[in-house]
Structures are given as structure tokens and as C-alpha cells.
């Protein structure tokens, strides 16, 4: 089959959208992924996605202006639906910083390439097991159907319908009110530590509560959290579930 450069150009859109999307998601295109790997995946991921057909008869190829154009025009939707997923790991950061606040592991931040930013070793290892539960409930599945759909939404080559601001900032506050929820147990946990410290210094003062108090709290912390991954996994599936209609709903109206 003789390749025109139509579809060629149209190629090149679609695959230039799917490596904006990928790359925001960490599984899939985070830094710690090598470029070779990020750019054969998109190529891979393009050519299932935007199989070869035959064109219209009408169809032409466009300009270099307008093909420009076009190129930055699928930039801006790859870059809107994948920032709407990167949303949902935005949520487990702040599960894992509102937990690790009072843990004990603040002292001590290590660099997280996948999430591109430094945190505690709490978070460290609540964003490891996150991450592996991403993959058991297949949400790299979750984000390929919905990069899929977005094709469906806005069409190659077609105008931009950004969906409305209030949109993001719905999506956006529940995203931070589940990641508070995921972290409420912990936290509680560590509240509560904090008030039987309070109490414990008040009845007997001659305790040190201050070296009991951080030994304790890592140790209460590592409790609640083991018993946290218990029932947390319903709620951290049906947040990788939901990113697919998060990307579609703010790329259109």
C-alpha cells in the first residue's frame, strides 16, 4: 500500500497527541522511562489507535503553516487529557504527604523520579504500592482506552473544544478531597498519638515524652498504614477507573 502524504500527516498528528498524553502519565512516559522506550510505545500505541484507511477523495494535504498549526493544536489536547490523569496521581501525592506529615519520616526526603519530585520515605513506599495496585486493576488499560477516546472526542485534525473552567476546578477539588480521604485513617491514627502524648506529659511529667513520642509515632504510622492498604484498594481502583471519563471531559464541552 502506497503511503500519501496525507496520511502521513495525519500520522504524525495523532502520534504527536499521543506522546503529549503518555508522557504525563508516570507508567507509561515518566522521566524514568529512556526516550527510546517513551517514543517507540507512542509509535506502537499510533499505529493501533490510527490504523491505515483509505481518505476521502476530497481530502487534501495541508500547508506547512496550517500543518503547524495543526501540530500545536494536537500538543495543547494531548496536553490537557494528560494532565487530567497526571490529576490522579496528584492524588496519591497528597494521600502520601498528609500521611507521612506526622509520621516521623519527614526528617529525611529522598528524589521519587516517577513523580519527578522529593519526598519522605513514607510517601516513597505508599506511592510504590499505589502504583503497583495501578497496575494489577490493568489502569494502563484505564489511560489506553481513554487516549483512544479522546480520538473520538476531537478528531485529528479538527477544532479545539476545551471543556470549562469549572470542569478543572471540580476535578481538581476532588481529586484533593480523595486524596485527604485516603489519608484521613493514618491520620487519625497519628491524632490520636499526639493526644495521648499530651496527656501522658500532663499526668507524668517526668516521662520524656519527646523521645517516646517520635519512636511511637513511626511505629504507629507503619501500623495504621499496613491496615490502611486493606481497605484502601476499592478506593484506589475506583480512582484509576474514573481517569479515562477525567481525560475526555476536559478536552471537550
Same mark, same amino acid.
Given at each position: ?13 495523532? @502520534? ?59 500538543? *495543547? ?16 501525592? *497528597? ?17 521519587? &523520579? ?11 513506599? @505508599? ?5 503497583? *495496585? @495501578? ?9 489506553? *482506552? ?8 476531537? &478528531? ?74 486493606? =481497605? ?15 481525560? =475526555? ?5
Amino acid at each position: 500500500m502506497i503511503i500519501s502524504i496525507i496520511q502521513a500527516q495525519i500520522f504524525f498528528l495523532a @502520534f504527536t497527541r499521543v506522546m503529549a498524553v503518555i508522557i504525563h502519565i508516570p507508567m507509561l512516559g515518566g522521566n524514568a522511562i529512556p526516550n527510546q522506550v517513551r517514543i517507540a510505545l507512542g509509535f506502537i500505541l499510533t499505529m493501533v489507535l490510527i490504523p491505515w484507511q483509505p481518505l476521502p477523495p476530497e481530502t487534501v494535504e495541508l500547508g506547512l503553516f496550517a500543518f503547524l498549526a495543526a501540530i500545536l493544536r494536537e500538543i *495543547i489536547i494531548g496536553t490537557l487529557a494528560g494532565f487530567a490523569a497526571n490529576l490522579t496521581f496528584g492524588a496519591i501525592q *497528597i494521600a502520601g504527604e498528609a500521611m507521612g506529615l506526622g509520621s516521623g519520616f519527614g526528617s529525611s526526603r529522598i528524589f521519587n &523520579p516517577s513523580m519527578e519530585t522529593s519526598v519522605s520515605a513514607y510517601d516513597q513506599m @505508599f506511592i510504590m504500592v499505589a502504583t503497583l *495496585i @495501578f497496575l494489577v486493576v490493568n489502569g494502563h488499560h484505564f489511560a489506553i *482506552i481513554a487516549l483512544q477516546r479522546t480520538f473520538e472526542a476531537i &478528531p485529528v485534525n479538527s477544532a479545539i473544544e476545551i471543556g470549562s473552567v469549572n470542569t478543572l476546578i471540580t476535578m481538581f477539588s476532588q481529586l484533593v478531597a480523595a486524596g485527604i480521604q485516603m489519608a484521613l485513617p493514618v491520620m487519625a491514627a497519628l491524632l490520636l498519638t499526639d493526644i495521648t502524648l499530651g496527656l501522658l506529659a500532663r499526668v507524668a511529667p517526668q516521662i520524656q515524652v519527646f523521645f517516646l513520642g517520635l519512636p511511637l509515632k513511626v511505629a504507629v504510622s507503619l501500623v495504621a498504614l499496613g491496615l490502611l492498604f486493606s =481497605v484502601i484498594f476499592p478506593s484506589l481502583s475506583n480512582l484509576f477507573q474514573q481517569m479515562g471519563p477525567r481525560m =475526555v471531559a476536559l478536552i471537550q464541552r
